[in-house]
T-cell receptor, first 117, second 113 residues
C-alpha cells in the first residue's frame, strides 16, 4: 500500500511566521503535489513536482514555496503566514506513467490542519 | 475557473439502494477521470478511474460511466452501505499538459439505514 505521511495533523502558528509542512512518501513516486482544501472550494493545487529539485506552480501558488531535495520528500513553505492561509493542507504522490500507462492515480496523506492566528 | 463541477453538494440515499453521483467538465482535453472518497479528518482515498478511451469501468460495487459528448461522468454505488457516507470528489486531468488533477467541490453522500 502507498503511504504518504504528513508530519503534523494539527498545527497552530502566528501571523508572519515562516511555516514548514513536510510530506514523505514511501513508494518511490516521481510526482508529488500540495493542495489546500477549503469549505465550498474543494481541493486546489498549490505546487507540484515531477522530479527532485523540480517544481511547478499550481493554481494558487501566491504566498507559498516548495522544496524537493530528495525524491521521497516534498516540503511546502509559507514564507510569511497570514490568516487567509488557515486551511487543510493535503500532500499527494503518484507514479510517472508512460505510454498507455501514462495516467496514474494520486495517493493522499491524511492532511495537516493549519491555523494561523 | 472551475473546469470540473459537481452541482449537487449533498445526496441522501437509503441503505441497499443505488447512489448516483454526477460530475460535469468543461475542458475537452481531459482524458483521465477519477473519483475519490473522503472521510472527515482523513485524506482523500482513490476509488476508481476511467480513461477517455472507455465509457465504463467497474470495480465491485462501484461503476464509473463516462459520456464524452456530454462531458459528463457519474459514479454508481450499488448497493449503498452506511460506510459509504463520505464526501466524494470527482477529478480530471489532461495527460498532455502534465499530471495535475482538477477537482470538483465534492458531493456529501449520506447513506441511511
Amino acid at each position: 500500500d502507498v503511504k504518504v505521511t504528513q508530519s503534523s495533523r494539527y498545527l497552530v502558528k502566528r501571523t508572519g511566521e515562516k511555516v514548514f509542512l513536510e510530506c514523505v512518501q514511501d513508494m518511490d513516486h516521481e510526482n508529488m503535489f500540495w493542495y489546500r482544501q477549503d469549505p465550498g472550494l474543494g481541493l486546489r493545487l498549490i505546487y507540484f513536482s515531477y522530479d527532485v529539485k523540480m517544481k511547478e506552480k499550481g493554481d494558487i501558488p501566491e504566498g507559498y514555496s516548495v522544496s524537493r531535495e530528495k525524491k521521497e520528500r516534498f516540503s511546502l513553505i509559507l514564507e510569511s503566514a497570514s490568516t487567509n492561509q488557515t486551511s487543510m493542507y493535503l500532500c499527494a504522490s503518484s507514479l510517472k506513467g508512460h505510454g498507455m500507462w501514462a495516467n496514474q492515480p494520486q495517493h493522499f496523506g491524511d492532511g495537516t490542519r493549519l491555523s494561523i492566528l | 475557473d472551475q473546469q470540473v463541477k459537481q452541482n449537487s453538494p449533498s445526496l441522501s440515499v437509503q441503505e441497499g439502494r443505488i447512489s448516483i453521483l454526477n460530475c460535469d467538465y468543461t475542458n475537452s482535453m481531459f482524458d483521465y477521470f477519477l473519483w475519490y472518497k473522503k472521510y472527515p479528518a482523513e485524506g482523500p482515498t482513490f476509488l476508481i478511474s476511467i480513461s477517455s478511451i472507455k465509457d465504463k469501468n467497474e470495480d465491485g460495487r462501484f461503476t464509473v460511466f463516462l459520456n464524452k459528448s456530454a462531458k459528463h461522468l457519474s459514479l454508481h454505488i450499488v448497493p449503498s452501505q452506511p460506510g459509504d457516507s463520505a464526501v466524494y470528489f470527482c477529478a480530471a486531468s489532461d495527460s498532455n499538459s502534465g499530471y495535475a488533477l482538477n477537482f470538483g467541490k465534492g458531493t456529501s453522500l449520506l447513506v441511511t439505514p
